[in-house]
């Protein structure tokens, strides 16, 4: 099984929808992150979180909201999915100093 | 603030032969340095790192240096090969107000030629 677990792995919905994804691990890492990936713009952070009661906004978090509902889970929200949130979204964990540990991604398209 | 820069691609290779991925930082103090690779379809996974100057990491024939003179950690391979076709970026930890928070390179795309 996967260390890093992302759900769905393929999305397609509409304009003004909700989406949720979910990311879930079995490393044991406090530490748990949500990017975007875009051609040519290599890795962007939208939220991270230290442990369960600590979120903090990354380089680009309008328009995102996350919860991290325990140690091992951690879902990004799009409240309104608008066509320029269409991406590769990848979560990832890692202790304090050590590598990241991603999950295959999710890819999202928002018509 | 912190910020890795690194070659644009991509870089086209005929297959066995030799690979520089230039990787350049900037950053306070000492960070930990890293390549990651991401293969079609995957997410990133760590290839090698380095955790202070003049360290090499190494990995699948896969090498780079810790400079902290040049602030660089160029990845090299010898003879590449048509697996090794992917995105390769580079980033570092440092810590920023106490909190570790990773950086990345925008990748750089390897195609290997048969």
């Known amino acids: 099984d996967a260390d890093v677990t992302q759900t769905p792995r393929n999305r397609i919905t509409k304009t003004g929808k909700r989406i949720m994804l979910e990311c879930s691990q079995t490393?044991?890492?406090?530490?748990m992150y949500w990017y975007r990936q875009d051609p040519g713009l290599g890795l962007r952070l939208i939220y991270y979180?230290?442990?369960?009661?600590?979120?903090n906004k990354g380089e680009i978090s309008d328009g995102y909201s996350v919860s991290r509902q325990a140690q091992a889970k951690f879902s990004l929200s799009l409240e309104s999915a608008i066509p320029n949130q269409t991406a590769l979204y990848f979560c990832?964990?890692?202790?304090?100093?050590?590598?990241?540990?991603f999950g295959d991604g999710t890819r999202l398209s928002i018509l | 603030g912190n910020s890795v820069t690194q070659m644009e691609g991509p870089v086209t290779l005929s297959e066995e032969a030799f690979l520089t991925i230039n990787c350049t930082y900037t950053?306070?103090?000492?960070?930990?340095l890293f390549w990651y690779v991401q293969y079609p379809g995957e997410g990133l996974q760590l290839l090698l790192k380095a955790t202070k100057a003049d360290d090499k990491g190494s990995n699948k024939g896969f090498e780079a240096t810790y400079r902290k003179e040049t602030t660089s950690f160029h990845l090299e391979k010898g003879s590449v090969q048509v697996s090794d076709s992917a995105v390769y970026f580079c980033?570092?930890?440092?810590?920023?107000?106490?909190?570790?928070?990773?950086?990345f390179g925008r990748g750089t795309s390897l195609i290997v030629h048969p």
């Open positions: 950053a306070t103090g000492y960070p930990s």
């Open positions: 980033a570092l930890s440092h810590a920023s107000g106490g909190s570790y928070i990773p950086t």
């Open positions: 990832a964990t890692s202790d304090l100093k050590g590598p990241q540990h």
């Open positions: 490393k044991g890492h406090d530490r």
């Open positions: 979180s230290f442990d369960v009661k600590d979120i």
